[in-house]
């Protein structure tokens, strides 16, 4: 039995390193699913995965097998989580200073472009040709769970590169998926959709803070008009997400000022005695409780509430009920098909050479230049990493190819391509991030 002790430090470390914990929950979840597609229990996952579950509220019924309400419901909910993070990036983070959001901008586009020219020139007006949009984006918990299993070997900026990477990746994602893989649009459900957000910036620009607002305008309006109008829902948490303000009501100095002034006259108010505090007490506390509140932005405590369900339950049930492949048939003629060849040449060569290429070239150019202590070796490392595509790669997948064997032929392409380069990558990682006693020495040595 673990004791209280331990059980706190690994509360506190799941807590720091929650990507990394994040990757190693959705990795778990994918062997249990391949285990369980192909053992004597088969019958049993698909049944799971097909059980039709329902939501009625008066006349009005929903209901869609556990998979579509996963990949259509849940990960609008992970897409949200992915607008918050790009919009608090633009408005104060890695990407709101041009200078240094240019090299992981340029490295993702290429990153992208590369991969889908590449799928295509295997898969050029064959069976396989809708399926270019597969090896465009990298898979952030996975991608960043490898880095920081590396801890101190490198350096804070590749990480805060690879970051800034993915999640310009994933909104590259969402737009082709807005745009290419999307058919068959009914404009009234669209139109309802557009109305519904712009309630939403409405309520941002007249100060509505509340969770709540957000969440009931942008299920029941937003998404569910997204879910009817034939577009994918998922592109209806990216919008949400860029309607939440992301402004707090009080600066942080006035905030450290009025905390201090409160403080003060918590202490000076006459106590009662006992577990209970007086009236004035009270008051005292819940003013610092809203002072509090308008110092925090909708936007980050949104995100923060949202990490751990996105990293512990949303992508390791995704990665559950997708990863799935009852494995059969001749594996090497399986991974020498067109689909497969594209596959592997998008997230491995199209990865690799789109990102660190795009990046030597700003870098030549000085339109962008590398982070600090970020090496040439480095940068290449985590362009292979960056070939990880599981995620998304299952989601467009699903989104391109009506067939099942063409999806089967897809994902066990994914699956061992992703697995293949997050091992290429730590490996030249690895070579390229000598441990800090051995760079010292070096630099003592050159000295």
């Not at 139109?191 to 509505?208: D, E, T």
């Not at 897809?410 to 800090?436: E, M, Q, R, Y």
Request: net charge neutral; aromatic share 10%.
């Amino acid at each position: 039995m673990l004791s209280p002790k331990i059980l706190v430090i690994f509360m506190e470390n799941l807590k720091e390193n929650r990507q990394v914990w994040s990757g190693v929950a959705i990795f778990i979840s994918v062997v249990i699913a391949l285990v369980w597609a192909n053992s004597p229990w088969q019958e049993i996952y698909h049944s799971l995965i097909h059980t039709e579950i329902a939501v009625q509220i008066g006349e009005f019924a929903l209901a869609e097998p556990l998979l579509l309400w996963v990949n259509d419901g849940l990960m609008a909910v992970f897409f949200l989580f992915v607008g918050l993070e790009l919009k608090r990036e633009i408005l104060g983070g890695r990407l709101s200073n041009p200078r240094e959001a240019i090299l992981p901008i340029g490295a993702a586009i290429g990153g992208m472009v590369l991969p889908a020219m590449l799928y295509s020139l295997f898969n050029f007006a064959g069976d396989g040709q809708d399926g270019w949009g597969i090896p465009m984006a990298t898979d952030i918990a996975f991608a960043l769970g490898v880095l920081t299993l590396f801890g101190k070997r490198v350096p804070v900026a590749l990480k805060v590169f690879l970051v800034a990477l993915a999640i310009v990746d994933d909104l590259g994602a969402v737009l082709v998926i807005a745009f290419f893989y999307t058919s068959n649009i009914a404009e009234i459900d669209l139109l309802y959709a557009l109305i519904f957000f712009l309630i939403l910036v409405g309520g941002n620009f007249m100060g509505i803070r509340g969770a709540w607002f957000y969440a009931i305008i942008g299920i029941g309006g937003v998404w569910l008009a997204f879910f009817f109008s034939g577009v994918h829902p998922t592109i209806a948490g990216i919008l949400i997400a860029f309607s939440i303000p992301g402004r707090v009501k009080i600066k942080e100095g006035d905030y450290v000022q009025d905390l201090t002034s409160l403080h003060r006259q918590f202490i000076d108010a006459k106590p009662i005695g006992g577990s209970f505090i007086s009236e004035h007490q009270l008051e005292i506390l819940e003013n610092i409780k809203q002072k509090t509140n308008d110092a925090e932005t909708p936007l980050q405590k949104i995100e923060h509430a949202l990490s751990p369900i996105i990293g512990f339950f949303i992508l390791p049930l995704f990665a559950l009920v997708n990863a799935g492949i009852h494995i059969h048939g001749n594996l090497i003629s399986l991974l020498a098909q067109n689909i497969s060849l594209g596959i592997m040449a998008g997230l491995i060569v199209g990865k690799f050479v789109g990102i660190s290429g795009t990046a030597w070239l700003l870098v030549k150019l000085k339109v962008a230049k590398l982070g600090e202590g970020i090496t040439w070796g480095q940068l290449c490392a985590v362009a292979l990493i960056a070939g990880i595509g599981f995620t998304m790669s299952l989601f467009v997948t699903d989104l391109a190819f009506q067939c099942p064997e063409m999806r089967y032929v897809a994902k066990l392409s994914i699956l061992f391509t992703s697995a293949l380069a997050g091992i290429l990558g730590s490996i030249l990682l690895w070579i390229n991030s000598p441990s800090t006693e051995k760079a010292n020495l070096n630099k003592t040595s050159a000295a």
